[in-house]
């Protein structure tokens, strides 16, 4: 599929729908990977003021939006790719649909305790 | 069934497989220690004194190569499965293997120098 036919709406499968949001969630995760990796450059301050003075804004409850849907891509990209990696070995392939749905569920129920466990660390 | 594996040789497939069940334990665990401990756990401090223990660092290490590898073979399946990128793939696998190493490089300097 090329990277137009990600955003077709007619006549798609669920299952092209959940290949959509894997290869989304993982470019989002990539563009995520090197902004991790920029960011961290700023532990060579070593009196950490460059690093607390980031971390500040990142772990603030303004920021927290952005975290919330970075776990979102994260969980998401995490369950779905067990999910095709299971069906790669054979494994419940007869059950991809119900499978499908059972492991969004679980992705949905991941990001919401998550969700709720880092709003709580934040003074929510 | 709808993959990457359309487009990847079967050699990157098995590595983009095995790299992503890696990372789903590593990435929990990074994860949980990280943003479900304790607000102090990303503290200049604490993430030091984090990285300074062997185990840590040996996690930190593995993840940063299964990441780099799953996030660059993938961007590869992504450009690969464009017509122009099909007309490239000479271009497009050198430019997603150096994008790998200098993030794994640099990870790697970053790790062993804080």
Known sequence: MSVSGWFRFKGRSIFSWSFMFQRITGVVLLIYLIAHLTYLSSLFDRTGATYEGMIAITVSKQFLVFDILLVLCGVFHGINGFRIILHEFGIAYEYRKPLLAIFTVIAVAVWLYASYVMYSLTGG | ?114
């Open chain 2, 1 to 114: 069934m709808e993959s990457a594996k359309s487009v990847m040789e079967p050699l990157a497939w098995i590595l983009q497989m095995f790299t992503g069940l890696i990372m789903i334990l590593l990435v929990t665990i990074h994860f949980y220690v990280t943003h479900m401990t304790s607000h102090e756990a990303l503290k200049y401090a604490e993430v030091v004194s984090r990285v300074a223990q062997p185990e840590f660092k040996a996690m930190y290490a593995v993840l940063l190569l299964v990441v780099s590898l799953h996030a660059f073979n993938g961007l590869r399946a992504i450009l690969l499965d464009t017509s122009a990128g099909m007309r490239r793939r000479k271009a497009i696998n050198i430019f997603t293997t150096l994008a790998f190493l200098l993030a794994f490089i640099y990870g790697l300097y970053l790790l062993f120098s804080i």
